[in-house]
């Protein structure tokens, strides 16, 4: 199995909500990632987590905060959100093997800020 | 810092054609390279991780080849066909250890006209 889910599929929220992403995998990854990816533009990294370790892109902003409550789970928690926050929100996972290591990814989530 | 290109941004071939795929790299540290597809507002497929130490990898009628060196690897599609329309997406793993150790290029948008 080869799998990543991603729910929901879809997302609208207002500025003032507060909602969570869900990714989990049963592959036996030990890593895990979240991206965000604008309309016409490659995946950004935005965390990282690597044997349950997070490593954290500066440069996102404190309304997004990311869960690992176990190797196979992870959850994305937003919080005061704003418009150009809307875009597809990517999970993938891999084993976290160096030069062998695949990554995939999940179907997305579409999360549009009103 | 790493820095991935992909040329041509777009690409319109009719069907049957052969065609190549370009992405580039400007650090040579890297654990591997690996191409991806990505249908419109869906995640990303892989297709082909090539390691560092490796030249080239074949799945059927995709080849993806690795120069290291120079910071550049080459996706050749064979035979083409309508269902490969798609944007093409390549994608290093960088040996460094912070947050973005995977960065991917901006897409090639392939059209393959029946």
């Known amino acids: 199995d080869t799998e990543v889910t991603q729910t929901p599929k879809h997302l609208v929220m207002g500025m003032t909500n507060k909602k969570s992403l869900k990714c989990e995998q049963h592959?036996?990854?030990?890593?895990m990632y979240w991206y965000k990816q604008k309309a016409k533009k490659p995946p950004e990294l935005m965390f990282v987590y690597s044997y349950e370790k997070l490593s954290i892109n500066e440069s996102v902003p404190s309304r997004f905060s990311p869960e690992c409550p176990n190797s196979s789970l992870l959850n994305l928690h937003l919080h005061a959100l704003q418009p150009e926050d809307s875009a597809l929100y990517l999970c993938?996972?891999?084993?976290?093997?160096?030069?062998?290591?695949?990554?995939?990814f999940g179907p997305g989530t579409r999360l549009t800020v009103l | 810092k790493q820095e991935v290109t992909q040329i041509p941004a777009a690409l319109s071939v009719p069907e049957g054609e052969n065609l190549v795929l370009n992405c580039s790299f400007t650090d040579s540290a890297i654990y591997n390279l690996q191409w991806f597809r990505q249908d419109p507002g869906k995640g990303l497929t892989s297709l082909l991780l090539?390691?560092?130490?490796?030249r080239e990898q074949t799945s059927g009628r995709l080849n993806a080849s690795l120069d290291k060196s120079s910071g550049r690897s080459t996706l050749y599609i064979a035979a083409s066909q309508p269902g490969d329309s798609a944007t093409y997406l390549c994608a290093v793993r960088s040996m460094k250890t912070s947050y973005d150790k995977v960065i991917f290029g901006p897409g090639t948008s392939l059209s393959v006209i029946p």
């Open positions: 592959m036996g990854h030990r890593a």
């Open positions: 993938a996972s891999s084993q976290d093997s160096g030069s062998t290591d695949t990554q995939y």
């Open positions: 090539i390691q560092s130490s490796q």
